[in-house]
């Protein structure tokens, strides 16, 4: 699978708030995949956008997708402490496994 | 659906010793699952593809004969870390798909080593 790149590196905002953060990456894709990690556990999926989708909501999240930029972006609304975590985009593995860029580093500020 | 649990939660084991940690898929049989190391601070890297009743797939730099992968059944793969040592220390996490067709892994707890 492809990595993403995801920016910032580190966010921090006030719970209520909302959070975005955005993801780069190099070539053409099948699908692009957001995953959460909270501090010592284990990945929990989000969200998963096809490469001929632009938009995809679920609950609180909105992923967009821009193939064109090469680049994707969740938006978490109305940010709780339970949002605080890392959160990665990857290119769907298909047969394969995942690739893992750094992440962003969210911290919902109470 | 799709939980995947990973046991032990946690382990501390002496140096020179082998830990084996479990993988089950509880709700769902996985034909793959993977196996993931991460250091502190750092982002998972991906040790090694696990089909089941074949042999597992390493990472480049990633020794087979060290860290030792069964997948003996739809639901179970097993990841043995032989003669442990401290540099062993991390967080073992795993994973599964559903089937060969899908792309969403669906991720353990992980379990957390620590060699001394």
């Known amino acids: 699978s492809q990595q993403g790149e995801e920016d910032p590196q580190a966010l921090s905002i006030q719970e209520g708030e909302n959070a975005t953060m955005n993801c780069s990456y190099k070539?053409?894709?099948?699908?692009l995949q957001w995953y959460r990690q909270n501090s010592g556990r284990g990945l929990v999926h989000l969200i998963l956008?096809?490469?001929?989708?632009r938009e995809k909501h679920s609950g609180r999240l909105r992923v967009t997708l821009d193939t064109s930029k090469k680049s994707s972006s969740l938006l978490i609304t109305a940010s709780r402490a339970a949002d605080t975590a890392s959160y990665f985009c990857?290119?769907?593995?298909?047969?394969?496994?995942?690739?893992f860029g750094k992440g962003t580093h969210l911290i919902i500020q109470p | 659906g799709a939980v995947v649990s990973q046991h032990p939660s946690w382990v501390i084991c002496k140096s020179g010793t082998s830990v084996k940690i479990e993988c089950r898929s509880l709700?769902?049989?996985?034909?793959?699952m993977f196996w993931y190391r991460q250091f502190p601070k750092q982002s998972l890297m991906l040790m090694a593809t696990?089909?089941?009743?074949?042999?597992?797939?390493?990472e480049q730099g990633v020794e087979k004969d060290k860290f030792l992968i069964n997948h003996a059944s739809l639901t179970l793969s097993t990841l043995t870390v032989t003669s442990a040592h401290p540099e062993d220390s991390s967080f073992y996490i795993c994973?599964?798909?559903?089937?060969?067709?899908?792309?969403?892994?669906?991720f353990g707890p992980g379990t957390r080593l620590t060699v001394l």
């Open positions: 956008i096809r490469s001929n989708e």
């Open positions: 994973s599964a798909k559903r089937g060969a067709g899908t792309d969403t892994q669906y």
């Open positions: 070539t053409s894709i099948n699908n």
């Open positions: 696990s089909n089941e009743g074949s042999k597992a797939t390493y």
């Open positions: 709700d769902f049989q996985a034909t793959t």
């Open positions: 990857v290119e769907g593995g298909g047969a394969d496994g995942l690739t």
